[in-house]
């Protein structure tokens, strides 16, 4: 691989212009918060002094050797910390359009209430069958008469159609597990137990999805959209496929979605491969 095809690798990762700062700083080079080869072949050379594979890219993870090497690295005992993070991430339209996705902007604003998102519920909308999609856009923005909205980030096609409804908090997981969110903060596999005791809006950004719950196929093009987007939003918050979870795995109330979700992990987890991998191609 080349530096450059590293440069555009790291570029993707969305890091902050302080985080590159400090990235900067650890590999020694001069610190201007933009990625640029000199950058790209310092960190190699650092990767190598460190007993880490020179590679000279950082996936910004929890998981990631190189990246939580840099964060740990005190530049000067004497100096006030770094304190780093959480850094935003980019924000949902635009993290989708930059993995291809031609999602619609319907955006309003959400509740008003803090939204710290730590993982994905997949939902479908149990709505009639119709030749045509989208048609609950005015429902999943303004809400039900007892449920006001919005009622999801994102909305999806039965055609495989995507709009953005919200970058905020959204009315879509209602309460859940406790065990469940423990599980997902540690990435781990989820653990459908418990009873139904913990808000999960805060925490969960919500992808409604055209299908009345029944006995509606799901179009391919359709779980292809989904996988895309999951994994757009992976990538984006440094998550693993495990924090993607169904609402029946959230809450014992509801058998949403009907698909098998350790399929879907794992065809968002490679989705999610290889869109990291096309952002080095």
Request: hydrophobic share 35%.
């Given at each position: 691989m080349s530096n450059e095809a590293r440069l555009r690798y790291n570029q993707a990762q969305h890091f902050?212009?302080?985080?590159?700062k400090h990235i900067q700083s650890v590999i020694g080079v001069p610190v201007d918060g933009v990625w640029n080869i000199e950058s790209v072949e310092a960190l190699i050379a650092w990767q190598e002094r460190e007993g880490i594979r020179g590679d000279g890219k950082i996936w910004r993870s929890d998981q990631g050797d190189t990246w939580s090497r840099l964060l740990a690295n005190n530049l000067d005992d004497d100096a006030d910390e770094l304190v780093l993070g959480p850094v935003e991430p980019p924000g949902i339209l635009e993290t989708l359009r930059h993995a291809g996705v031609a999602a619609q902007d319907e955006r309003v604003?959400?509740?008003?209430?803090?939204?710290?998102?730590?993982?994905?519920?997949?939902?479908?909308?149990?709505?009639?069958?119709?030749?045509?999609e989208l048609n609950g856009i005015r429902i999943m923005k303004e809400g039900r008469?007892?449920?006001?909205?919005?009622?999801?980030?994102?909305?999806?096609?039965?055609?495989?159609?995507?709009?953005?409804v919200t970058e905020g908090l959204?009315?879509?997981?209602?309460?859940?597990?406790?065990?469940?969110?423990?599980?997902?903060?540690?990435?781990?596999?989820?653990?459908?137990?418990?009873?139904?005791?913990?808000?999960?809006?805060?925490?969960?950004?919500?992808?409604?999805?055209e299908n009345d719950g029944r006995d509606e196929p799901y179009g391919e093009a359709t779980l292809r959209m989904i996988e895309t987007i999951s994994a757009a939003l992976l990538n984006a918050h440094g998550w693993s496929q495990e924090v993607v979870i169904g609402h029946r795995e959230w809450t014992r109330r509801k058998i949403d979605p009907v698909y098998d979700m350790n399929e879907m992990r794992a065809r968002i987890g490679a989705r999610a491969n290889a869109l990291r991998n096309l952002a080095i191609a």
């Open positions: 902050a212009a302080e985080e590159i604003n959400g509740r008003p209430r803090s939204f710290t998102p730590v993982g994905i519920i997949l939902h479908h909308t149990a709505s009639a069958r119709r030749p045509t008469r007892n449920l006001p909205g919005p009622l999801c980030q994102i909305y999806v096609g039965r055609l495989g159609g995507v709009v953005v959204a009315n879509h997981a209602g309460k859940g597990r406790g065990a469940v969110l423990a599980s997902t903060r540690a990435s781990k596999t989820v653990c459908a137990t418990g009873g139904d005791t913990t808000g999960g809006n805060r925490w969960f950004i919500g992808i409604e999805v």
